[in-house]
C-alpha cells in the first residue's frame, strides 16, 4: 500500500471512530435516514467509516494546497439535513483535522453568511437541497470552497480493515455552535476534543447507553441538544440513530413510527414543546389508536425532556398518556449537560436534579459573591465548572473573561436557581430578561430588536418573551409607528417582512402597537412590566 494509501487509514483516535470500528463488521445500523422518496435507509458502521475516509481526503486535498499537515483546525461548515450526510460530514471534518461549524438549516442566507463569516469558515459541505441559499452566498465569499455532498467520491473502495488508529491532541477544536446571547449577535461556542468527549461519556454513563439503543431522533443538529445528546451518545456506544425526516414537525408521524409492529426504538429526547404537540395529537385519536399509542410507549426505556423548562400540565398529561416520567435536565451550549434527575428513582417536577460526573455546581449570591448552595430554597445565580465546559467564546476575549468567574475558573450560566432540601438544583429563571427561550432555541430579544427598527414604519420596538404552556415564552413585540405611518403595521406584514432576516423560530407571534414605551426615571425598560401588556 502506498503511503498515500496508508496516511488516508490513519484515523484519529476519537470515541466515534473507536466505536465504528469495534462495529464494522456488524449489520447494526450506525444511522437510519430518510433516502431519496423518503424511505428509511440503514447506513453501516462500516459505511459511515468510508465515507468519512472519503469526506477526509476531499479536506486534505484543500490543506495540500495550503502546504498543512491536516486541515489544522480550520473551520468546516456543514449545511446538512438531519440524517446520515451529516453524520458523514462531521466525522469527516474531525478525521481531517477540521472544526465542525453547524449551520441553522432554517436560517436565511444572511444569518448563514454571518455564521461562515465570523467562523472565519474556508470549506462548507452543502447538501443540494441547499443550493439556492448556497448561490445567494457564493458572491460574498469568493474564497470559501463549496462542495455538495453529491461531490463526495465514491467510498466502496476504503478498505475498512486497514483504519489503524493514531493518538491526537484532544485540546483541538472539534465543534463551533453558535449561541445567542446576551448582547444580540451570535456567539461561536469553541468546544474542544476533550470536552465533547467529557459530555458525551458522562451522558453516556447517567444514562446507560448501550449499542442496543435505538433513539429517534427529531430535535435540530446545530444545538448541543440534537448534536451531542442524541446523535453523538447514539454513534459514541455503537447504538442505532434514527433520524425522522427533515420536514415540518409531525406529530402524527411521530406516533405512526412509535405505533408500527416492530418495537425497536428505546430512547426519545425532546423539548417540551414537542411533548405538548404529541399530546394534542393524541387527544385527536379514536379510542382503539389511542390504546395502541400508549402501549407503543412501553418500548422504550428513556424519554428525556430539556431546553427548556417542562410544564407541569405537560408532564402530567404526558404521564397520563404514556406511562413515562419524563427526566429532566438541565445544560446549555457552553457546558453541555450539567445537571440531570435519575435514571432510577425519584424525579421532582420543576427540579433538574445533580451534577452528572465530572461535573461541579453552585448558587452564589451575585451581589456578595457567598455561595448558597448549603442554603436550602435561597436563590442566587447558578455557575458550572468541569472539563466538558467550553473553552471560550470564537474571537471575542472579552466575553470569554466576562462569562467566568475569578478565581475558580466558574461558568457563570445567567440562570437563577435554588437548592432544595433533597440537594436537587432548582432552576427559577433567567437573569436576563433579554433571552427568550422557545421550544428549546435561546433567542436574543435584542437581535429581533436590532431588525425591526430597521422596519421603515417602526420609530421605537421592545421585544419580550410571553410564558407559553405549550412553547415556553413566545415571542412579544411592542412597537411604537412613526408618525406618519401610524396604524400600518400589522403582525402578518411585520412577519412577512423579518422573514428573510431572521429564522423562523425568532419571528414575534404577538404585536402590540403602543404611542409610547413606558420607561422608568433613568430612561430604562423594565422588560418584566411590560409582558403584563400581553395579558
Known sequence: MSSTIAAATALPRMGVVEAALARASSARPAVVAPARGGRAAPHSYAQLLRDAVAVRRLLAKRSAAAQR?????????LLMPRGYDFAASLCGAWCAGGIAVPLCTSHPPNELGYTIRDSGADTVLFHPHFAPQIDALRPEFPSVRWISSDEFPDSSAVDVSSIQLTDFDKSRGALLIYTSGTTGKPKGVFLSHRSVEAHATSLLSAWRWTSNDHILHVLPLHHTHGLVNALLCALWSGATCEFTPDT???????WSRWMEPQRDLSL?????????????????????????????????R????????LPQVVAEKWRAISGHELLERYGMTEVGMALGNPIDGPRVLGEVGVPFSGVEARIVNPDTGADLTASPNEPGHLQIRGPQVFDRYWGREEATREAFSEPGHWFLTGDVACCTERGTFKILGRASVDIIKVGGYKISALDIEREILDHPDVAEVAVVGIPSTEWGERIGAIVVHKPATAGQLSLDSLRTWLASR??????????????????????KVNKKELVKLFN
Open 69 to 77: 499537515a491536516d486541515a489544522a483546525e480550520s473551520r468546516v461548515a
Open 248 to 254: 415540518k414537525f409531525s406529530a402524527a408521524d411521530i
Open 268 to 300: 426519545f429526547m425532546a423539548v417540551p414543546t414537542i411533548y405538548a404537540k404529541l399530546a394534542a395529537h393524541y387527544d385527536t385519536m379514536s379510542p382503539e389508536d389511542k390504546q395502541r399509542a400508549t402501549e407503543a410507549c412501553s418500548q422504550f
Open 302 to 309: 428513556l424519554m428525556v425532556s430539556g431546553s427548556s423548562a
Open 502 to 523: 431572521l429564522a423562523p423560530y425568532k419571528l414575534p407571534t404577538r404585536l402590540l402597537i403602543v404611542d409610547e414605551i413606558p420607561k422608568n426615571a433613568m430612561g
